[in-house]
């Protein structure tokens, strides 16, 4: 055993077992190797990665790549999700060198932590037209003794790189929402749904754009792409459709292979998009696809005193690429009945399906819909639904004896923050008391194991970053939403006030990433990779605090964001999409002071209106509310359908 075995990190703790003399992330390691005047090698990945597992197995159990790394330099195991901060700066240097990002992360240091060569997965021989771990091993070990003098001109050079050169302010204005929705319109596959080509990763920052976009407009056209977009995402493989949930992405253009791994911050961000969709199209299939991923997460991804864990590993082990989620032929004719195995076949059972290391195993995907099964079978609709449902429990039974991929449980705050946001709002939509009850029991785990003293945490030990400070607030105005209870909204207040001390950026406006100075680089992000960026979740957050503390500060710090990241926003444009959603809130909140008890009729019904932005702030109980829209307060309402109506005649709900 190495000394991870020592860590926290279950992806460290994977790792004790193997050839390698890893170290954490720790300055030992580094100094080190500045005393035996070796290199550094830092593998960063995830305990969910199927590449990481590969790797691992073909190389850092080996004998012979074991003793070259352990006698030509200092190793180092990084879990990506535990320093998140640590990985993102090395993914970009080795963008930087030309390579494509990704884990298993694989990079070379100097002493100083300066990077000089790296990559991604390594196959331990020459293969699929990369160099062979070993041979790359060989080759860095020498050029690292004879070639000094480059190394040290090469590294300053490529971080000066790094360093991103400052956008002057840009003028934000209401005519870019609409700019960028056609822009963004122009991107999707409208055959298959969803942005650009393989591989296809959801963007849920965008899609939340899109549907705001159609709210206020009523443009069929981004209709229309939303739901291609949504059902082909729910129809795929991308899909879980025994469990609920979905995958990390899809290797496919039609959403049909995925990359196993089930990510909590994916399906947080997702449940979004299918409940914000539900609640502007009524569409039930988007209910019963939230209503999945909740289950999936309540199942899998819950801790019983509260907390949601990180993530479900890919593969139970990497020989067998999604063997957990997989299905053959003959699996199907054992467990099920005549007539299950005749809809379920043609369902959800197609060759396009197979996996590429054995045909014989297919991915589930909705290959046919109940009408056309009933047309093919001379069934009725209502038979085809029933034995489909009694198919799938028994599919998922059997699954459920299968050995289940790893569950990684440490706690993060920024994961958790996300949850418990889009739980909450789930609440407020679906009407489910047990989402709030989770939600709120979590909410306040994470704040008294992670918030004391004025100090944040990411998890144990490690201090908050920004994805840590905004999911938070996110979760705790949420919570104040629900409940009427100020005192969530104080600590919200409080930690804003904490970010902006810590991360703000005094001289451009926007939050670094981090308070650390790795690599003297400060990061300051727009960009969804691909979950919705922190940057532009605060800039919805400051407006939010804004409207409800009555703070003219955070209005100011909005704005500033907004026109700080404008020019990079329009010029990457799906990949901003989530500002676009918060500039959509800058000119469009509608703020709806409650004057109700948290549980009356009229503030259930407040609390239920998903459309462009709302945010709900309670006053003294008079059995009304007020709306409140671009500055203008209206007479107060109420009724629950006088408020719908206004709404709808303002444009501002479906």
Same mark, same amino acid.
């Not at 055993?1 to 460290?12: F, G, I, P, V």
């Given at each position: 055993?190495?000394?991870?075995?020592?860590?926290?990190?279950?992806?460290?703790k994977h790792a004790a077992g193997q050839k390698i003399d890893w170290y954490p992330w720790s300055e030992e390691s580094f100094e080190k190797a500045k005393k035996e005047g070796k290199p550094l090698f830092l593998s960063s990945?995830?305990?969910?990665?199927?590449?990481?597992?590969?790797?691992?197995?073909?190389?850092?159990?080996?004998?012979?790549?074991?003793?070259?790394?352990?006698?030509?330099?200092?190793?180092?195991?990084?879990?990506?999700?535990?320093?998140?901060?640590?990985?993102?700066?090395?993914?970009?240097?080795?963008?930087?060198?030309?390579?494509?990002?990704?884990?298993?992360?694989?990079?070379?240091?100097?002493?100083?932590?300066?990077?000089?060569?790296?990559?991604?997965?390594?196959?331990?021989?020459?293969?699929?037209?990369?160099?062979?771990?070993?041979?790359?091993?060989?080759?860095?070990?020498?050029?690292?003794?004879?070639?000094q003098d480059e190394i040290a001109e090469y590294t300053g050079k490529l971080l000066d790189s790094l360093k991103p050169l400052p956008l002057p302010d840009g003028e934000i204005s209401e005519i870019q929402l609409d700019e960028?929705?056609?822009?963004?319109?122009?991107?999707?596959?409208?055959?298959?749904?969803?942005?650009?080509?393989?591989?296809?990763?959801?963007?849920?920052?965008?899609?939340?754009?899109?549907?705001?976009?159609?709210?206020?407009?009523?443009?069929?056209?981004?209709?229309?792409?939303?739901?291609?977009?949504?059902?082909?995402?729910?129809?795929?493989?991308?899909?879980?459709?025994?469990?609920?949930?979905?995958?990390?992405?899809?290797?496919?253009?039609?959403?049909?292979?995925?990359?196993?791994?089930?990510?909590?911050?994916?399906?947080?961000?997702?449940?979004?998009?299918?409940?914000?969709?539900?609640?502007?199209?009524?569409?039930?299939?988007?209910?019963?696809?939230?209503?999945?991923?909740?289950?999936?997460?309540?199942?899998?991804?819950?801790?019983?005193?509260?907390?949601?864990?990180?993530?479900?590993?890919a593969d139970v082990t990497p020989d067998d690429e999604g063997g957990y989620f997989t299905w053959t032929d003959e699996d199907f004719r054992r467990i099920l009945d005549d007539d299950e195995y005749r809809v379920l076949s043609?369902?959800?059972?197609?060759?396009?399906?197979?996996?590429?290391?054995?045909?014989?195993?297919?991915?589930?995907?909705?290959?046919?819909?109940?009408?056309?099964?009933?047309?093919?079978?001379?069934?009725?609709?209502?038979?085809?639904?029933?034995?489909?449902?009694?198919?799938?429990?028994?599919?998922?039974?059997?699954?459920?004896?299968?050995?289940?991929?790893?569950?990684?449980?440490?706690?993060?705050?920024?994961?958790?923050?996300?949850?418990?946001?889009?739980?909450?709002?789930?609440?407020?939509?679906?009407?489910?008391?047990?989402?709030?009850?989770?939600?709120?029991?979590?909410?306040?785990?994470?704040?008294?194991?992670?918030?004391?003293?004025?100090?944040?945490?990411?998890?144990?030990?490690?201090?908050?970053?920004?994805?840590?400070?905004?999911?938070?607030?996110? @979760?705790?105005?949420?919570? #104040?939403?629900?409940? $009427?209870? +100020? *005192?969530?909204?104080? /600590? =919200?207040? &409080?930690?804003?006030?904490?970010?902006?001390?810590?991360?703000?950026?005094?001289?451009?406006?926007?939050?670094?990433?981090?308070?650390?100075?790795?690599?003297?680089?400060?990061?300051?992000?727009?960009?969804?990779?691909?979950?919705?960026?922190?940057?532009?979740?605060?800039?919805?957050?400051?407006?939010?605090?804004?409207?409800?503390?009555?703070? @003219?500060?955070?209005?100011? #710090?909005?704005?500033? $964001?907004? +026109? *700080?990241?404008?020019? /990079? =926003?329009? &010029?990457?444009?799906?990949?901003?999409?989530?500002?676009?959603?918060?500039?959509?809130?800058?000119?469009?909140?509608?703020?709806?002071?409650?004057?109700?008890?948290?549980?009356?009729?009229?503030?259930?019904?407040?609390?239920?209106?998903?459309?462009?932005?709302?945010?709900?702030?309670?006053?003294?109980?008079?059995?009304?509310?007020?709306?409140?829209?671009?500055?203008?307060? #209206?007479?107060?309402?109420?009724?629950?359908?006088?408020?719908?109506?206004?709404?709808?005649?303002?444009?501002?709900?479906?």
């Open positions: 055993m190495n000394r991870l075995s020592k860590e926290r990190s279950a992806y460290l990945g995830a305990v969910w990665c199927h590449w990481c597992h590969v790797m691992a197995k073909e190389s850092f159990y080996d004998d012979e790549t074991g003793k070259l790394l352990n006698d030509n330099f200092i190793s180092i195991k990084l879990d990506r999700d535990e320093r998140p901060d640590i990985d993102r700066r090395y993914q970009m240097a080795v963008a930087a060198m030309g390579e494509s990002g990704g884990w298993p992360l694989s990079i070379f240091l100097t002493p100083d932590k300066k990077p000089f060569y790296g990559g991604t997965y390594f196959p331990p021989e020459d293969r699929m037209g990369r160099p062979g771990f070993k041979k790359v091993l060989r080759a860095v070990s020498e050029f690292y003794r004879s070639k960028t929705a056609k822009k963004i319109l122009t991107g999707i596959d409208m055959q298959n749904g969803g942005f650009g080509s393989a591989p296809k990763f959801p963007m849920p920052g965008a899609i939340e754009f899109l549907i705001n976009r159609y709210v206020m407009t009523g443009d069929e056209s981004i209709g229309h792409a939303i739901r291609i977009t949504l059902n082909s995402m729910a129809a795929g493989g991308f899909c879980d459709h025994l469990g609920g949930g979905f995958h990390r992405y899809s290797t496919d253009e039609a959403w049909t292979i995925p990359h196993f791994e089930k990510m909590a911050d994916d399906n947080a961000w997702l449940f979004r998009n299918y409940l914000t969709a539900y609640a502007v199209f009524g569409d039930q299939f988007y209910r019963e696809v939230a209503v999945g991923i909740t289950g999936f997460i309540k199942d899998v991804l819950s801790d019983p005193d509260g907390g949601f864990y990180v993530s479900q590993d043609l369902h959800l059972m197609h060759e396009s399906g197979a996996m590429h290391h054995d045909s014989s195993k297919k991915v589930l995907f909705a290959v046919m819909g109940a009408k056309e099964i009933a047309e093919e079978t001379g069934m009725n609709i209502e038979d085809v639904i029933k034995i489909a449902d009694s198919g799938k429990g028994k599919l998922l039974k059997e699954r459920d004896k299968r050995e289940m991929p790893f569950i990684d449980k440490t706690l993060y705050t920024s994961i958790n923050g996300m949850l418990i946001s889009v739980f909450l709002q789930g609440y407020r939509i679906l009407g489910d008391s047990g989402l709030k009850d989770l939600a709120l029991r979590s909410l306040n785990r994470i704040m008294e194991t992670f918030y004391a003293d004025g100090k944040l945490f990411h998890t144990e030990g490690i201090p908050a970053m920004l994805d840590d400070y905004v999911h938070l607030i996110d @979760a705790l105005i949420e919570a #104040y939403e629900v409940t $009427a209870d +100020r *005192s969530y909204i104080d /600590r =919200a207040d &409080e930690l804003m006030e904490l970010s902006v001390g810590r991360l703000w950026d005094r001289e451009h406006g926007g939050f670094f990433d981090t308070d650390d100075h790795l690599l003297d680089l400060r990061i300051r992000e727009i960009e969804d990779i691909p979950r919705p960026s922190a940057n532009s979740l605060a800039i919805r957050l400051l407006l939010k605090l804004h409207y409800i503390t009555e703070k @003219a500060t955070y209005f100011e #710090y909005a704005e500033k $964001a907004l +026109r *700080s990241f404008n020019e /990079r =926003a329009m &010029e990457v444009n799906v990949h901003a999409g989530y500002y676009f959603s918060s500039l959509d809130a800058y000119f469009n909140t509608v703020k709806i002071s409650v004057n109700a008890a948290p549980d009356s009729e009229l503030s259930k019904i407040s609390a239920s209106l998903f459309g462009v932005s709302t945010c709900i702030v309670y006053g003294k109980e008079s059995g009304s509310v007020i709306p409140c829209i671009r500055g203008a307060c #209206y007479d107060p309402v109420h009724d629950p359908g006088e408020l719908k109506t206004f709404l709808k005649e303002k444009k501002y709900l479906k």
